[in-house]
């Protein structure tokens, strides 16, 4: 599209593969320039179906190290050729990532004559309220903390404020729900892209694991991810005009199945915004 543009990139959840859905990955596209939130397995090579290519990506965001976010990390920085300079913004400890990728492959990358120049930023947000993160001439960045489990010290949701347009997007990032954190930084937003979870169907992904594991698995899927049927009171507590869902878990259900879900839990909290369910590589316009 000519206009402000989301693509999913990636829509499943989880650090597993499966044939249905690439890992989170999703691309804000405005006036051109390419900014890309999370970047899990999978997420260069359907940024080239997109029909993008690398030669506008400007900035990429990591919202957490959970591997579905960044697993195709390496593969943009030691593929992604036709980018120029990229700027790469997240928490501890992306700095070191990024440096072990780049000498893992050094030798390799140099026999083609190097990559792209990519500028390190290492974010470290308060502990609760809102930072700003970057501006540019196309977009305002600010971000907040969100819980996702005390394993992970830094998890980040990002919003994105288009000067042109007044336009925003918010992305949740991996977050218990509702999450107050999140809802501030959502307040009025134009588009929530908010991480999904059907706990009523949660046997199809522990029936997969050995019975000693089962327990410790289910307390960190209710506890640090957001049901379906908080979907719509996320969205109205923050009064955001439509709510795009991602990060779908488990991966291999159909998107319509989260749908229909949220969608009931949107009339009986009184919701009236409009809920997306999109899959890979489909575009939202902003």
Known sequence: PAGDHLVMLGTGGGPVLNRFKTQTAIDLVVNG????IDCGAGAPRRIVEAGMGF?????VFVTHHHLDHLAGYPELLVLGSSAQEVDVWGPAPIEALHEGIIGAFAHSVGLFGGG???RMHELT??????????EDANLRVSATRVFHGAEVRDAYAYRFDVSRTGRSVVFSG?????????IALARDADVLLHE??????L???LDQVPPGRREALRHHLVTTHTDVLDIPRVALAANVKRVAMCHYVPAFLPPGAFLAAAREAAEAVGY????????DLEVILL
């Open 33 to 36: 320039s390419q900014y890309l």
């Open 55 to 59: 030669a506008n990506l400007r900035h």
């Open 116 to 118: 792209p120049r990519y």
């Open 125 to 134: 947000l308060p502990e609760r309220g809102i930072a700003g993160v970057m």
């Open 174 to 182: 991996d977050t218990d729900g509702p999450n107050e954190e999140l």
């Open 196 to 201: 999904v979870q059907l706990n009523s169907r």
């Open 203 to 205: 046997d199809l992904i």
């Open 272 to 279: 009236e915004g409009e809920i997306l369910a999109p899959a």
